[in-house]
């Protein structure tokens, strides 16, 4: 591991000095030209946990000539096993071509795989996707980003910002709101927007979950080590829940009304997971998102262990309802639901239509919606945070940066807990 501080800055030169290398070094994915049918692209993973290895086995299924060949983490146990796992799935496996040389580890792995690749894969934590993004970009190569793209505004301009760079030189940009890309969501959206159910009048989700993984605490770790393997429960590294897990849910409510709503009052707190070892996120959430058209959509989520779980989103309209997860529309005495036997694996159908455009030399970006639903949820955050009406100029517009003085393996941001009408909107 590289153990001298780095700012963000200095990662940033970084990146600069990565981008020249690039240039001399590794083949531009697009070329401005689609690869051949038979052109090998090579693949990189930037944060080899349980996520970054399910979207490397995703990339590698999606295409035959698709090998992966450099892994990038700031653990080495993470990279170990990310390996391992994927050289032991018989059906990938002979496309798994990572060797010893390109297997980085350190805060600036990310340049080391940027370096080596066609096609990068980022699943880090959520706080480094701007950094890692505009390098990538920078280098010329094609990406596929996880959600949420950033955890303060910020990171979501800087995002932006990247991803318009991306279509002026031909590149992909895909993102992990998967739900996208499910055909069972698709179809039952385009009814919606035929007007199934008329003119939208409310929405509700929910996304009641139970809690999630923890790393208990070892005592040769750092403070920055145990928030890093911990990131889930730290606001400047996952964005908290709302914005990590929930805004699958948020997603969809804004593609429901093809559009952003303009404010947000929203309510939340630690009821359950009150210990230090949760860092400073919330357990639940509860918010009201108001469109221009004064239409509200209703929005909850909590991680509680031992409660009762669901994951819905409705659709209210002037001639019925949509149950959006369900894939069903009732409309008085007409009603419709999805059935198909096509297979319908979203997690696989993004990376498939990622790889093919890589081919026809026809480039996606997603990155509008991946910035505005990021966006959506750190609103939502912001308002429960502080406990004031946040409109989404101001959340837009928010100077609130969450990085670290340095990236280092030594302190870590201090851990608090904001406090409705206390905590100050920044």
Known sequence: MKRTPLT???L????GAATAAATILARPASARRAPGENDVLRVGLVGCGGRGTGAAANALRADPDVKLVALGDVFQDHLDNCLLTLSEVEDIA????VDEEHRFVGWDAYLRVIETCDVVLFATSPHFRPLHLAACVDAGKHAFVE???ATDAPGVRSISATCERAKAKGLSIVSGLCYRYQHAKRETMRRVHDGAI???TALQTTYNATGLWMRARKPEWTEMEYQMRNWLYFTWLSGDHIAEQHIHSLDKLAWVMNGYPVKCTSSGGRIVRTGAEYGNVYDHFNNVFEWESGVRGFSSCRQWNGAST??????????GRANIQGHRIDAGPWSWRYESDAPDDMYQNEHDEF???IRKGEPINNGEYMCASTMMAIM???SAYTGQTISWEQAWNSTEDLTPPAYAWGDAPVVVVAQPGVTKFA
């Open 94 to 97: 002979g496309q798994v071509a």
């Open 310 to 319: 669901d994951v819905s989103d409705h659709v209210f309209g002037t001639r």
């Open 380 to 382: 939502g955050r912001m």
């Open 147 to 149: 959600k949420p793209v």
């Open 12 to 15: 940033l030169r970084s990146s």
């Open 355 to 357: 790889f093919a455009s």
């Open 8 to 10: 963000r800055r200095e």
């Open 198 to 200: 008329g003119e939208i």
